[in-house]
């Protein structure tokens, strides 16, 4: 399990002043000040005509992220955010956003810029038609044309395939931070350090479906990255062999009438 975040400054994450949303963009951020205001932005340009929040967590930055987020907010965005005193990683402040937002669906998004919003009504539309047709679905963003560095595209070649080879998640890059689900499916998964690249296999496990999407894909042009280059690799195939063990363990009942008298 993550350690539980601690809560510190930023603005009340009820927000009453804020009209009820159909989606929440969750941004997961440490150390990207540079990033906070063309990223708000482009999230207002992509959703304007769809009622939206986008709901930050500062993930214990020690640069003006904070200041940048209350820029942002001052300048009109429909935005709310949440700090960690203390990083706690991405999954953990994924779960801290998926918590506080107030939509039906979620939307989540790297903080970095790499991922374009653009993306987002596209995937969104594939996951209310899934749920039309009866189904819960995560629409995993697919970065066909990755702009990384060559150490980061090796890993993560090397990560996917053997998570694809032990979990049978049916996602050709789980590690694309740009993702479309519902928030009651979220909140029905089992919490855990680096989550965030297991949700595939974690909606299925919860009898969820999972179908991937091409998305955009940029090179980053402000800040450095934060959330480290090894564990794309040595850390995600030790959680595998954890997530593999929970895959097996898992149980759904099919309930097949009402017992009440």
Known sequence: ???????????????????APIVSVVVPVR????????LVDEIEAALGAVPHEIVYVDDGSTD??????????????????LRHRASCGQSAAVITGVKAARGRWIATLDGDGQNDPADI??????AEAEAAAGRRTLVAGHRVNRKDSGVKRYTSRIANAIRSRLLRDATPDTGCGLKVFPRDLF???????????????????????????????????????NYGTLDRLLVSI???????????????PEIERDAAP
Do not use: C, K, Y
Request: charged share 20%.
């Open 238 to 252: 030790f959680d595998l062999v954890g997530m593999a063990w929970l895959q097996r363990r898992g149980r759904r």
């Open 121 to 126: 009504p596209r995937l969104l539309a594939r």
């Open 1 to 19: 399990m993550p350690s539980a975040p601690r809560a510190g400054a930023g603005p009340d994450a009820a927000a009453p002043d804020l009209p």
């Open 64 to 81: 003006g992220t904070g200041d940048a987020l209350a820029a942002a907010r001052a300048a009109g965005a429909p935005l709310r955010w």
């Open 31 to 38: 150390n990207e000040a540079p990033n906070i205001g063309p």
């Open 187 to 225: 909140l029905e998964l089992p919490h855990f350090d680096h989550m965030h690249r297991f949700l595939p296999a974690l909606t299925l496990r919860q009898g969820g479906h999972v179908v991937s999407e091409p998305v955009n894909h940029r090179p980053r042009v402000r800040g450095v990255s």
